[in-house]
């Protein structure tokens, strides 16, 4: 969404701002464009709910590497290449996976929630107003969370922004903001967290790498000899491990509808396309499940196989 035509203009702006002020106007040139995203993305959902997550990746997958891509950073910001390489060095992570990302970016610059919220609620209000007979009711997804003072924190910057925005455009559109659940803290907190969130989204690619603690992109360096040594018998991120990863999700519901009984919950990951685990998202009372395109077809009919079963 954001390297797409000139808009990893903008957000390389942003990211390069000395003041909020100026990364306030780089997000401003990104808005039209996240919301024209997302009035199509509603448009082409029909009505039907649609789930948003905001700003999840690191920063510094955004930056240039090469040095031509540099240059021209920064004769367009009006900095020396040496500030801009400074900048780049500055975003570098030892572990970016369990670094400055998700909902950190929004505690750190919380002008990137309000940004992605103006979108979301505008866009919908939009698109009711050419469809009053759909029900939209944006999900705003907020990745990361693993306490839940930084979900309550996060959430005051998006119900602030969106009854804003849904108050000057005297509409009476309905929303709801929910989390990921990717940090086994977040699991084993989940009624905290469930009174602030009103959804649960299971981010069982992340939320495998951190009960595991090895990386998905590390782990076919050793994966071979666990298979031969019989310790595993299965790839972990191909298929849900039900007995670790698989309990944290099951505490994580059952915490969570403590608080809120109809707190709807699903699944977002590479898992969701497994039939087994579709399966056992099911004996668990999930909602849903979400997963690469390709893999549709195959969950469906594993959700439908699970329930007559």
């Keep these: 969404m954001f390297f797409e035509g000139n808009r990893i203009d903008a957000f390389r702006e942003m990211i390069c701002a000395d003041t909020a002020e100026e990364r306030e106007a780089a997000l401003d040139k990104i808005l039209p464009m996240q919301q024209g995203d997302f009035e199509q993305l509603y448009e082409a959902m029909e009505g039907n709910p649609v789930t948003i997550r905001f700003l999840d990746p690191p920063l510094h997958e955004f930056v240039p590497t090469n040095e031509e891509d540099i240059a021209l950073l920064a004769k367009a910001q009006g900095k020396t290449v040496a500030d801009i390489k400074s900048i780049i060095a500055a975003l570098h992570e030892a572990n970016p996976m369990m670094g400055h990302r998700g909902c950190r970016l929004t505690v750190t610059y919380p002008e990137i929630a309000r940004m992605q ?27 990361l969370v693993g306490e839940a003072k930084e979900l309550a924190f996060v959430k005051k910057i998006v119900v602030e922004t969106a009854d804003a925005e849904i108050a000057a455009a005297k509409s009476n559109l309905k929303y709801e903001v929910g989390t990921m659940i990717e940090i086994p803290r977040a699991a084993l907190t989940a009624d905290d967290i469930a009174k602030e969130a009103e959804f649960f989204c299971f981010g069982t690619n992340d939320l495998t790498q951190m009960t595991y603690g090895f990386s998905r992109d590390d782990a076919g360096k050793f994966l071979g000899a666990y298979y031969d040594a019989k310790i595993f018998e299965f790839d972990p991120f191909a298929k849900l491990d039900q007995v670790g990863v698989g309990k944290l999700m099951k505490m994580a519901v059952q915490l969570g509808r403590s608080v809120r009984p109809d707190m709807h919950c699903g699944i977002c990951g590479e898992h969701g396309g497994d039939p087994t685990s579709v399966e056992f998202c099911h004996q668990i009372g999930l909602s849903y499940v979400s997963c690469s395109p ?3 077809p195959i969950a469906r009919l594993a959700a439908a196989q699970a329930a007559l079963r």
């Design 117 to 143: 919220t103006k979108a979301v609620i505008r866009a919908a209000i939009n698109v009711t107003k050419k469809h009053p007979d759909w029900k939209l009711v944006p999900e705003i997804m907020i990745p």
């Design 294 to 296: 390709f893999r549709v």
